[in-house]
């Protein structure tokens, strides 16, 4: 699934949008995710993988969501690490499409 090279800045309010032009079903049509969270960054995807979300860490975007490439529906996600994310209504939002995709499903909700 890829990994490697972690840095995280501290917990803070962000902004992270989709990856601009991917048409995957868990962030089609998806607004910029609002979350206040630890955001990995310098994290490095394999590379058949399909990078989803970003953030955006001294001027560089890096990977904070994909699929994995390969066979099957595989996710990475790498927001949720305390109570304060699953506040906002776009964290939520995602993580809905995440599942739902996940089980099969289109991705949105």
């Keep these: ?6 840095h995280a ?11 601009r032009g991917e048409d995957h079903p868990v962030v089609a049509g998806l607004a910029a ?10 994290l490095r995807p394999e590379p058949d993988a399909r990078v989803l979300l970003t953030t955006e860490h001294d001027g560089v975007r890096h990977p904070v969501g994909w699929q994995a490439g390969g066979p099957g529906r595989v996710l990475y996600d790498g927001l949720g690490h305390d109570v304060r994310s699953y506040e906002s209504a776009s964290r939520r939002d995602l993580l809905r499409r995440e599942v739902t995709w996940l089980l099969g499903g289109r991705g949105r909700a």
Aim: charged share 35%; aromatic share 8%; net charge positive.
């Design 9 to 19: 800045p501290a917990d803070r309010p962000g902004r992270l949008p989709p990856r």
């Design 33 to 42: 995710v609002e979350a206040f969270d630890e955001r990995y960054c310098r």
């Design 1 to 6: 699934m890829g990994a490697g090279g972690v």
